[in-house]
């Protein structure tokens, strides 16, 4: 996986990474990202998804996920072989990957599962994160409805719905004592 930094352009499409030695694993935060001077934690804004973007070529495929959270964003790439499944995972782990630039928390998360479901005449993608908290695995489920900008845009929102169940503080930890909400 290749993480780079990447202001989107009019259409909102990336225009392509500002850092262009970006290691693969290695992430590059957008500007204004976790800056400022410490004090009282803040609520964050939610994480949105600004622009997912899947190209294939000769046989391999590239899916480039940009996030926002207020005015901090990342943009992460995953690359891998052309098939519709494998597309559909490599957008799924550019989102974590994407989230974890903005969210430390996030960087415990991984990719489990993702689908596309049919639920009476609409499209559904589902996914489902895993995060070890040991002695346990939580399971965390997030879904999304396939819109106009497809379905790659709403695997990155299922993603988003799945990780926000746990990263929110909203949920208790499945090993946490009960009471116990963060």
Known sequence: MTITDS??????QSTGPSDPAGEPGAGVRGPGLHGGTAGPAVPSPRVTVHA??????????????????????????????????????????????????????????ALDAVAIAAVSDHQVAIATV????????????GAALVRGAGEHDAIARAVLDAGNRRLSGRWPAVNDPPGNHR
């Open 130 to 141: 895993v995060l070890p908290t040991p002695p346990y695995e939580e399971l965390l489920a």
């Open 7 to 12: 202001e989107p352009g009019p259409s909102g």
């Open 52 to 109: 997912v973007s899947v190209v294939s070529s000769g046989g391999h495929c590239s899916a480039q996920v940009h996030l926002r959270q207020g005015d901090e964003q990342s943009m992460a790439v995953a690359e891998g072989v052309m098939a519709v499944s494998v597309a559909r995972r490599l957008v799924a782990e550019a989102t974590l990957t994407a989230l974890a630039l903005l969210d430390d928390e996030a960087r415990g998360l």
